[in-house]
């Protein structure tokens, strides 16, 4: 569901009504959007969404078909790339294998003209290398680089210009995961102390929210929904986001009664589900089909027979599988009537002695404010 933003001098990017179409398909469909000043923004979405047509409107490497992009409060619509006040990082960094890393990173000082002062550019390339970290390399070539040695060289490449944005396209895809999530944690670092805008794209939920001030959910050119990290997963606006962001059982079927934001669900086996609407939804009508939404996280474990509060919803099942994740156990329970039921039970509540096994038969409960009633968007 895509809301207008309302737009203000504290605003680096603002996309009004911009439509791009390429070969009659339309990729960016009448997009509304503001990022603040000095923000981490991402967008979000599966491959063919849009998230990556909006970063090269950005850049500049595209032009609306129709509708005004402001960068800096200024329109940039036919304006090229090379002059506008934006630096892309790409995934595969593009670094020069024939220059040294203070050449690499120097280089876009060096093509401006009137030409800069070569003491200058060296002072800037010292001052960018402190930033990421890599004082003392510049005079490595960047195959005695690691990957993410790699990933900070383009960064500081990008940012020594002093854009207005930074742009990052997926930069982290090609790290494995243990330094993909040094890196997440780096960038974040380097945006608070340098204080500009980062606009990410990613298809990865988990880098998303681990890293952004604020999200845009794409599907097919269209914001689907945009906040926090936080509201995107406590109060997902539709099922599609719901999914996407997080892990989440759903439970379909027909609206039977609301009374206020209470909504009461009998599904396709004739079981009856209570839940909470979502902020900003939609709203829900009588008769109408939806889905009760669980994060896995919310739902208890319990052995049959033990006693648990009134006002919770309970369930009963047989576990089918369980994978330790370290900090948490993954189980997939089978239940009578409501299908297969994930539930993420954290170690702290388990001991080696205590923990369910496949084959058990358990209690699964849950609080009626933590299941969500959701439109089948």
Not at 183 to 209: K, N, P, S, Y
């Amino acid at each position: 569901m895509s809301t207008r933003p309302s737009y203000s001098n504290n605003m680096d990017i603002e996309f009004r009504n911009v439509t791009k179409h390429f070969e009659g398909v339309v990729a960016v469909d009448n997009l509304c959007l503001s990022v603040k000043r000095g923000s981490f923004y991402s967008f979000l979405g599966p491959s063919g969404c849009g998230k990556t047509t909006s970063l090269r409107l950005i850049a500049g490497f595209e032009q609306p078909t129709q509708g005004e992009l402001f960068i800096g409060g200024a329109s940039v619509v036919g304006i090229p790339s090379y002059k506008r006040p934006v630096n892309m990082v790409f995934q595969q960094y593009a670094l020069f294998p024939h220059m040294t890393v203070s050449d690499n990173i120097g280089y876009g000082l060096r093509q401006i003209s009137p030409k800069i002062d070569k003491l200058e550019v060296r002072k800037r390339v010292d001052e960018a290398l402190e930033k990421v970290r890599l004082s003392g390399y510049g005079e490595r070539r960047i195959w005695e680089l690691s990957g993410g040695q790699q990933q900070r060289v383009a960064l500081a490449r990008a940012l020594i210009n002093r854009p207005t944005c930074l742009l990052l396209d997926e930069p982290l895809a090609a790290l494995d995961r243990k330094l993909r999530r040094e890196m997440q944690i780096e960038l974040q670092t380097l945006q608070r102390d340098v204080g500009i805008t980062f606009i990410l794209v990613t298809h990865d939920q988990e880098e998303a929210l681990s890293m952004s001030d604020e999200i845009c959910i794409m599907r097919e050119g269209q914001i689907i929904q945009s906040g926090s990290p936080q509201e995107l997963y406590d109060q997902p606006q539709s099922r599609y986001v719901a999914d996407f962001v997080g892990k989440t059982n759903f439970f379909s079927g027909t609206i039977t009664e609301i009374k206020g934001s209470k909504v009461i669900i009998e599904t396709g086996s004739n079981e009856i589900l209570v839940g909470t609407q979502a902020k900003g939804a939609i709203p829900l009508v009588c008769g109408s089909k939806a889905s009760v939404a669980v994060r896995p996280g919310m739902i208890s474990l319990s052995a049959l027979g033990e006693t648990k509060k009134s006002d919770r919803i309970s369930i009963h099942g047989q576990i089918m599988n369980r994978i330790f994740l370290g900090e948490n156990s993954e189980y997939l329970i089978n239940t009578k009537g409501y299908g297969e039921v994930m539930v993420l039970s954290p170690k702290s509540l388990e001991s080696d002695n205590e923990s369910f096994v496949p084959g058990d038969m358990v209690s699964l409960s849950w609080s009626p404010e933590a299941a969500l009633v959701l439109g089948d968007v």
